[in-house]
């Protein structure tokens, strides 16, 4: 066998390029096919990065705590004081980065021209810097200064419905203490740009403030915590709960159910690709191959009446799918592995901004290679070619050599 | 002012509030006003008279928009300051509907449903019988004139009579929407206008009088009318057709039991 290898390895080699045009065109349908792939993985996967984080630095953090029936229903019953003893030590790994505590009440707002449902959401503002990216998106008047800022801030689309704007006051409305309805006059200090359901569902203002404006002494309802590394939010989650067993808590995927499913969805969608890519690819292959057999024929004819058995000219043809495919696979992966990295320092696609804010994406987009991947897809691009080969292949070991003789090419 | 442009409007549509407070104006404010403190006092006197006065009343509602006119008459009692109830008697379509005002609650009857819903707060501001009323104008009677300063801002004449304008604005702090309101008070007592304005000094609705003339023998708005200045050629035309002042109102009126299935 190795004997056999040695010699039929250059042979098969040199017949490659006994045809450089036929090569150099299945060349580049596989190339060209595995860098569609590989740099369609590491886009989708750098675009659903950015999502995810832009989605998750808004407001929910990588997990959140909650009293239990809060996210059911989210009343003023359903409070909880704000960590102590053991949660609180437990929050204060050094695996989380940073937690704060929010009031969360719903309610109405009300302006001159119209009253609205609205989240009233009661923050930190010091805090929240850490944590949310919210802080960081007002474009009009300022952000919350302090627990007791009793400013609101809203967003611009809310703003826009409300017809109100900076400076002026409105109304909001909430369930208290007593079970009766606050309404208080909250003057809009700032006017935050995000996506357009965060804009209509929450208002910011001071936690101390919201608590005194429902007669709360120091309840919160929720609290958000960022974990940084992926892996540690499992291990970090069963500490938590193991800290407050009596408490809801929730990793984002239980909270955003929606970008949990469309994570996943990604993930399995690269395979649909490489499935549509595929099969293009082996059409191309075998068609070439094909041609290349039926245009050897007499030569096939006359290896096997020198008296090359079958196996071997199956061997042969085989070994130069293998070594065609195998180049096609390298040129395949040094494309993608370049265009990965000129794109390494982010595609800016803020040009699309309205779209993606739809979809929540993040605007700039940093696509990585990611090695296991990588090799794995390029291996299975040369397996399954390898494989579809075979049938030309199969057909060159199957002629009868006093025919193939005879025919005229 | 806003409260009180509130209960104003309440009362446009409940005619006993009215008469109340316009009874009370016609007594204390037949000296016209010409101070901060007197512009107060009338709306507080007005207000306060209001309080202790019930009434009875017949009144039909036109509801115009752009896509055709709508008529309704109610039948409306009212006692003290947290009592209402309204009840539409036609057409036959709205007939049995009916509103109760008990304290800061206020729950809506629907014979169609045959269930009596207490509207949440969300729902307050929203249109009452699909007119430019919300049913914050029905309700929020209280605190009408403590909640607002008030100012005489000027006098203008109406059918040979001196009007008073006082510009209300809302105190600091206090859950008013409204930048300001600016009411006309006519020297015999009758309201002739409430203007709404927004923060911005715009203007965004308006009600007036449009027909002053004597009901259960005293001067009263017996045609006011409410429009909304982002819908121009919209409006909600309220008529007085017939009025009682000062009776016994049975204390079973202003229940929900009564709401449902009136005696």
């Known amino acids: 066998m190795t004997n056999t290898l040695k010699t039929f390895t250059p042979l098969a080699w040199r017949n490659l390029w006994r045809n450089p045009r036929r090569t150099v065109i299945t060349l580049i349908v596989v190339s060209i096919g595995l860098w569609s792939v590989l740099f369609f993985n590491s886009f989708l996967n750098a675009w659903m990065q950015a999502s995810k984080d832009a989605t998750l630095s808004l407001l929910i953090g990588q997990g959140q705590i909650h009293a239990p029936g809060y996210l059911d229903d989210p009343s003023i019953e359903a409070l909880m004081p704000p960590p102590s003893g053991k949660l609180l030590a437990a929050l204060n790994d050094p695996r989380i980065s940073n937690w704060v505590a929010r009031l969360q009440l719903p309610g109405v707002v009300e302006s001159e021209y119209k009253t609205l449902p609205i989240n009233i959401m009661g923050v930190d503002p010091e805090a929240e810097k850490h944590i949310s990216s919210i802080p960081g998106k007002v474009v009009e008047g300022h952000y919350l200064t302090s627990t007791s800022d009793a400013g609101v801030v809203i967003g611009l689309h809310l703003a826009e419905r409300l017809k109100t704007g900076l400076g002026r006051r409105v109304i909001l409305m909430s369930q208290n203490t007593e079970g009766k309805l606050s309404e208080q006059s909250f003057d809009v200090i700032g006017l935050f740009d995000a996506d357009q359901a965060t804009e209509d569902y929450y208002a910011f203002t001071g936690i101390k403030a919201a608590q005194q404006y429902v007669g709360l002494k120091n309840q919160i309802a929720q609290i958000a915590f960022a974990i940084p590394v992926e892996e540690n939010l499992d291990p970090v989650l069963s500490k938590l709960k193991q800290a407050a067993p009596d408490l809801d808590i929730r990793s984002w995927k239980e909270l955003s159910v929606y970008l949990a499913t469309s994570d996943s969805f990604m993930k399995g969608f690269i395979y649909v690709w490489l499935a549509v890519v595929f099969s293009l690819m082996a059409i191309g292959i075998v068609n070439t191959q094909l041609m290349a057999v039926f245009e050897r024929t007499h030569e096939f004819g006359l290896l096997r009446a020198l008296g090359m058995k079958s196996r071997r000219v199956l061997l042969l043809v085989t070994l130069e799918s293998t070594f065609l495919i195998g180049f096609g696979v390298l040129l395949g992966m040094l494309l993608s592995g370049l265009s990965i990295y000129a794109l390494s320092g982010g595609i800016d696609l803020s040009g699309f901004a309205a779209g993606l804010e739809m979809a929540q994406g993040g605007q700039v987009l940093f696509p990585k290679l990611d090695p296991v991947a990588f090799l794995v897809f390029s291996l299975l691009v040369w397996l399954l070619g390898i494989l579809v080969a075979l049938w030309p292949a199969r057909r060159a070991s199957r002629l009868s050599p006093v025919e193939a003789m005879r025919y005229a090419s | 002012m806003i409260r009180l442009s509130r209960t104003v409007n309440h009362n446009a549509v409940k005619p006993g509030r009215w008469l109340g407070a316009l009874v009370?104006?016609?007594?204390?404010?037949?000296?016209?006003?010409?101070?901060?403190?007197?512009?107060?006092?009338?709306?507080?006197?007005?207000?306060?008279?209001?309080?202790?006065?019930?009434?009875?009343?017949?009144?039909?509602?036109?509801?115009?928009?752009?896509?055709?006119?709508?008529?309704?008459?109610?039948?409306?009692?009212?006692?003290?300051?947290?009592?209402?109830?309204?009840?539409?008697?036609?057409?036959?379509?709205?007939?049995?509907?009916?509103?109760?005002?008990?304290?800061?609650?206020?729950?809506?009857?629907?014979?169609?449903?045959?269930?009596?819903?207490?509207?949440?707060?969300?729902?307050?501001?929203?249109?009452?019988?699909?007119?430019?009323?919300?049913?914050?104008?029905?309700?929020?009677?209280?605190?009408?004139?403590?909640?607002?300063?008030?100012?005489?801002?000027?006098?203008?004449?109406?059918?040979?009579?001196?009007?008073?304008?006082?510009?209300?604005?809302?105190?600091?702090?206090?859950?008013?929407?409204?930048?300001?309101?600016?009411?006309?008070?006519?020297?015999?007592?009758?309201?002739?206008?409430?203007?709404?304005f927004d923060q911005l000094g715009k203007r965004v609705r308006a009600m007036t009088a449009d027909k002053i003339g004597t009901l259960g023998g005293r001067p009263y708005p017996i045609v006011m009318t409410m429009r909304t200045d982002a819908k121009p050629g919209q409006f909600t035309r309220v008529t007085t057709t017939a009025a009682q002042f000062d009776i016994k109102v049975p204390s079973y009126t202003f229940t929900k039991s009564n709401l449902q299935n009136p005696r």
């Open chain 2, 24 to 196: 009370l104006l016609l007594v204390t404010a037949i000296a016209p006003a010409a101070s901060a403190q007197d512009a107060r006092a009338i709306l507080q006197s007005a207000f306060d008279n209001w309080r202790a006065h019930s009434s009875h009343a017949v009144v039909e509602m036109l509801v115009k928009r752009a896509s055709g006119n709508r008529s309704m008459t109610m039948e409306s009692w009212t006692e003290g300051d947290d009592k209402a109830l309204v009840r539409f008697t036609a057409p036959a379509r709205d007939a049995g509907n009916a509103t109760l005002q008990l304290g800061s609650a206020t729950y809506v009857f629907n014979p169609k449903l045959n269930q009596v819903i207490k509207l949440p707060a969300s729902a307050m501001s929203q249109s009452w019988m699909g007119s430019d009323f919300s049913y914050d104008d029905l309700s929020r009677s209280q605190k009408v004139v403590d909640d607002y300063t008030h100012k005489l801002i000027g006098t203008k004449t109406n059918d040979g009579k001196t009007v008073h304008v006082i510009e209300s604005i809302p105190k600091p702090g206090k859950p008013i929407v409204w930048g300001k309101q600016v009411i006309s008070v006519r020297s015999d007592g009758v309201l002739t206008e409430i203007e709404y």
